[in-house]
């Protein structure tokens, strides 16, 4: 392709699904631009200190998403999880909170623009999600315990990477920042440092979904891809 191939990368977090990407743009011949948008300074200046080459605004990611859409060949989009998962709906020391429909607002928004001959989106795009305490509203690719909204087909198998075992883990930050290949003590922020580390996507499964949105199919992968 050898062309600059514009990414955005919304909610960036730590950027756990963005640690691969270099590999995959190098084997492509793309030219990768990346812009992460995070609304905690403290991470988005962690992400900035490991990605040093991307593009990182403090800003509201759902704005920015509205106002800047069309000028990206691919989106990322990982909306805040709390409001939707089982653990807050079923366990009683959490806050009972309404469902964060911002989530569905971006798939509907990003399925419409990206649809038919006059398609103001030409490029790619997947939101994620935790496996919700409902039925999801719309339907949704489940891997493993998420949910993947795009407009591509994705393999069935994005990781063989096996979740590490928390329960009988000394520290759970510890065993997360092994299997994520970060330090997590790094973040000094307000949110808590095991929210932090739970939050990252794994990095093997960003890599195969930034592959197939590039259409590099591996043979593994061949007999694995479907359509919903």
Request: proline share 4%; aromatic share 12%.
């Amino acid at each position: 392709m050898n062309k600059d191939f514009k990414v955005l990368n919304l909610y960036a977090c730590l950027g756990g699904n963005r640690y691969k990407w270099d590999e995959v743009a190098e084997e492509a011949g793309i030219d990768m631009k990346v812009t992460a948008v995070e609304l905690d300074p403290e991470l988005a200046k962690l992400y900035k200190e490991r990605f040093p080459n991307d593009t990182v605004i403090v800003a509201d990611a759902h704005q920015y998403l509205l106002d800047h859409y069309k000028e990206f060949d691919f989106i990322w989009s990982s909306p805040p999880c709390p409001s939707h998962s089982i653990a807050r709906a079923y366990n009683s020391k959490y806050e009972t909170l309404y469902p964060d429909m911002k989530l569905y607002e971006e798939i509907i928004m990003l399925n419409n623009v990206s649809n038919g001959n006059d398609a103001r989106f030409k490029g790619k795009f997947v939101v994620e999600n935790v496996v919700p305490y409902y039925e999801p509203l719309i339907l949704a690719k489940k891997r493993g315990r998420h949910l993947y909204w795009t407009n591509f087909n994705l393999p069935n198998i994005l990781t063989d990477r096996k979740n590490p075992e928390l329960g009988h883990a000394k520290s759970e930050v510890l065993e997360l920042s092994k299997f994520h290949d970060y330090d997590f003590k790094q973040y000094n922020g307000n949110q808590s440092n095991m929210k932090i580390a739970r939050n990252l996507v794994d990095y093997e499964a960003g890599r195969t979904i930034f592959e197939t949105a590039l259409g590099i199919i591996r043979k593994k992968d061949v007999t694995q891809t479907e359509l919903f």
